[in-house]
């Protein structure tokens, strides 16, 4: 993912028992916390642009139709002989 030109703060608040772990896992990491939150929310955004192409995807596919190939020899009628 290319890394934009620009970045931009943003403020979040979060509970002293999380940024207590959270500075612990950066450290464990040799990050930062704000390196830590903007690795998952690039990650998070990731797996969301990959999710919407994928259903786009689909539904296009659902939309067009699948043949399976094979022929009907059986009229409708016949099919639906009782």
Known sequence: ???PS???NVTVSLSPETIRKARILAA???TSISRLLADQLEM???EDEAYE???RSA???MEKGFHLGGTITASREE???R
């Open 59 to 61: 539904v296009c596919l």
């Open 1 to 3: 993912m290319a890394a």
């Open 6 to 8: 620009h970045k931009q």
């Open 28 to 30: 464990r990491r040799s």
């Open 53 to 55: 192409k994928a259903r």
């Open 79 to 81: 099919l639906h002989e």
């Open 44 to 46: 998070l955004t990731g």
